[in-house]
């Protein structure tokens, strides 16, 4: 099955910095990789998704890179804000079993 | 339009007592995923179901069972809960390939 692997576990920044979080996968059935952004005490929510046809996308400050051949995948944070400051989940799902895997989280912390 | 409902929102059982968590989406999502979340390892699978009448293993299915009532409805039992089953769970679902998952609130479970 499908393991997802993120690094790093805690990431640090100064406010204004940018952050890089980057996620492989092993299942080279995955096409779709969404990325989550869970605030203290709160569910997971969405914060961009992008499909296996595509190499890069982005929504205002923040941005996902793939690379079907290596099986990586990363979210890019520029400008960091304090409200930025939450845990981060990567995941892939199989288009062959539909099964959505979640990578161990990253939490961020934003320096004011 | 509630989303996906999960209860109850915290529960406290016994050793060896058994419980069932509730799931119910009102988007008619064709799937339905339950998660546990514990401290430093993300999100892991429990059971999910990828249409209605069908359920399939994740990661950590053992000590539980489910059962996918009707499309609406994706319930997760544990019919003898231990201490390593303290966590928070997770119901969530989507359209199935390539759409955006929903989270529930959330039930958080102790066992003693």
């Known amino acids: 099955g499908e393991n997802v692997e993120q690094h790093p576990s805690t990431l640090s920044v100064q406010e204004g910095d940018s952050a890089v979080i980057k996620c492989t996968y092993s299942?080279?059935?995955?096409?779709?990789f969404p990325w989550y952004k869970q605030e203290l005490g709160k569910r997971p929510q969405l914060i961009i998704d992008?499909?296996?046809?595509?190499g890069e996308k982005k929504d205002q400050r923040i941005a996902v890179t793939l690379n079907k051949t290596a099986k990586h995948f990363s979210l890019h944070i520029t400008e960091t804000q304090p409200e930025d400051s939450a845990v981060y989940f990567c995941?892939?799902?199989?288009?062959?079993?539909?099964?959505?895997?979640f990578g161990a989280g990253t939490t961020v912390t934003v320096r004011a | 339009n509630a989303g996906v409902t999960q209860t109850p929102k915290f529960q406290v059982l016994k050793t060896g007592q058994s419980m069932t968590l509730q799931c119910a989406q009102d988007m008619n999502h064709n799937s339905m995923y339950w998660y546990r979340q514990d401290p430093g390892m993300g999100l892991r699978l429990i059971y999910y179901s990828a249409s209605e009448g069908t359920t399939d293993k994740g990661e950590v299915p053992n000590g539980y069972n489910v059962s996918r009532l009707n499309k609406r409805e994706f319930s997760l039992r544990l019919e003898s809960a231990a201490p390593s089953q303290t966590s928070v769970y997770f119901c969530a679902s989507n359209q199935g390939l390539n759409t955006e998952a929903f989270f529930g609130q959330g039930t958080r479970l102790t066992v003693v």
């Open positions: 299942d080279s059935a995955s096409n779709y």
């Open positions: 992008i499909r296996s046809n595509v």
């Open positions: 995941a892939a799902i199989t288009f062959n079993d539909y099964k959505l895997s």
